[in-house]
């Protein structure tokens, strides 16, 4: 079955800090992979999307991501965290079944900012 | 204004009541989503829609109806309201080709049943 883990429910750094959030999946096919934040009260904002080419993919707000395939891994990465970061983010897969596509959402990585 | 616009934003309901969450979108996307969200859970699929009149069920659709009888429109009704229904309801939609798999999500209701 499909599925998608994160593994840190919570994670803090300090501001300037290097970040990187973690993103498992399970599916058989070639994936469709997407990384939402989401900040409080909000609703989800798309920040980056990988469906096939180049495996480190480049999003808004200075994130990027890896995929590997060999790890079946889609990490989240920002080389210096802002204040202004501190939100929720979901990992997802976009899954083809009975014929329509559709998101498997992991549990989410709440991100805290220390000034 | 272009977007996808969920109504209420917040709305407090009794254990057996029925409520229905209504969800409007003006991009004339194929595809449309109910989601809710819960702590621990992330975001669960309720029900989504490839099209106008077709719907099919998700991970967690036992007491939600859904339809759409257009393209824009995609209602979730609660038929009897119980307290686990309690959460926060996102609606979302896709054009669903090889281009725009990505979502764009609405703002969310916030769902109390007492």
């Known amino acids: 079955a499909q599925s998608v883990t994160q593994p840190d429910i919570h994670i803090t750094v300090s501001e300037g800090a290097s970040l990187e959030l973690r993103c498992n999946y399970s599916?058989?096919?070639?994936?469709?992979l997407f990384w939402y934040v989401q900040s409080p009260g909000q609703g989800l904002q798309l920040l980056l999307k990988?469906?096939?080419?180049?495996?480190l993919v480049q999003g808004i707000k200075g994130f990027e991501a890896e995929f590997k395939r060999s790890q079946s891994s889609f990490n989240l990465r920002k080389p210096s965290v802002h204040w202004s970061d501190a939100a929720e983010y979901f990992c997802a897969v976009g899954v083809f079944t009975s014929g329509t596509y559709k998101y498997i959402f992991g549990t989410g990585t709440r991100l805290k900012v220390l000034a | 204004d272009a977007g996808i616009t969920q109504s209420p934003r917040y709305k407090i309901t009794e254990t057996g009541r029925q409520v229905t969450l209504m969800c409007h979108q003006t991009w004339s996307h194929s595809y449309m989503f109910w989601y809710r969200q819960d702590l621990g859970h992330g975001l669960r699929l309720i029900y989504y829609s490839a099209a106008a009149d077709i719907t099919d069920k998700g991970e967690v659709p036992d007491g939600y109806v859904v339809s759409r009888s257009k393209t824009e429109n995609f209602p979730l009704t609660l038929e009897s309201a119980t307290r686990s229904q309690t959460s926060v309801y996102f609606c979302?939609?896709?054009?669903?080709?090889?281009?725009?798999?990505?979502?764009?999500f609405g703002s969310g209701t916030r769902l109390t049943v007492v």
């Open positions: 599916y058989g096919a070639t994936p469709y």
């Open positions: 979302a939609s896709s054009a669903g080709d090889r281009d725009n798999y990505g979502y764009t």
């Open positions: 990988y469906f096939s080419g180049d495996t």
